[in-house]
């Protein structure tokens, strides 16, 4: 499993709203039907749209200075082993994430009014992929081309 966490960040500053993350992540909806789209989830729901995703991130920021992110990528990336062991179940990897976002959260180790944070205090909206498109000039290729002498 390889997990990354990441402010986004463009050109040396960071975006003042989530919209373009977002579009990026929708594009594996392009061209299928309604009953084929991967919608976004989180704890409390499964069929999120990509405007609702957008408001309340968007609207989350107000004591964040403009020098600060606004919202953070947690990329959750099992290996081909992993997705076998859960016969690629949705359902599972859905499961799976919520499970990982719940134990993110306990690892704050914050209290917010005496009592701990829990998932019920942050905001986060998950979504699946199940391609995933590089450019031949990502770091990620760059790297691996490099660590494999190519």
């Keep these: 499993m390889y997990v990354t966490i990441s402010a986004q960040k463009l050109e040396g500053s960071y975006p003042q709203s989530v919209s373009g993350y977002v579009a990026y992540l929708e594009k594996e909806n392009e061209g299928v039907s309604k009953e084929e789209m991967e919608h976004f989830f989180n704890q ?31 990329t959750i990336n099992p290996s081909q082993r992993e997705l076998r062991a859960i016969n690629n179940s949705v359902t599972d990897l859905k499961r799976y994430t919520k499970a990982v976002m719940e134990a993110y959260v ?37 790297d691996l081309l490099y660590l494999t002498g190519q």
Excluded at 44 to 54: F, L, P, S, W
Excluded at 110 to 138: C, M, P, Q, W
């Design 44 to 74: 409390y729901g499964e069929a999120i749209n990509r405007e609702e995703v957008i408001k309340e991130i968007d609207s989350n920021t107000a004591k964040l200075k403009k020098t600060e992110p606004k919202f953070y990528s947690i």
């Design 106 to 142: 306990t690892s704050f180790n914050r209290e917010i009014n005496g009592r701990n944070v829990t998932i019920a205090d942050i905001k986060y909206y998950a979504k699946l992929e199940h391609k995933r498109y590089f450019k031949g000039s990502d770091t990620e290729i760059m």
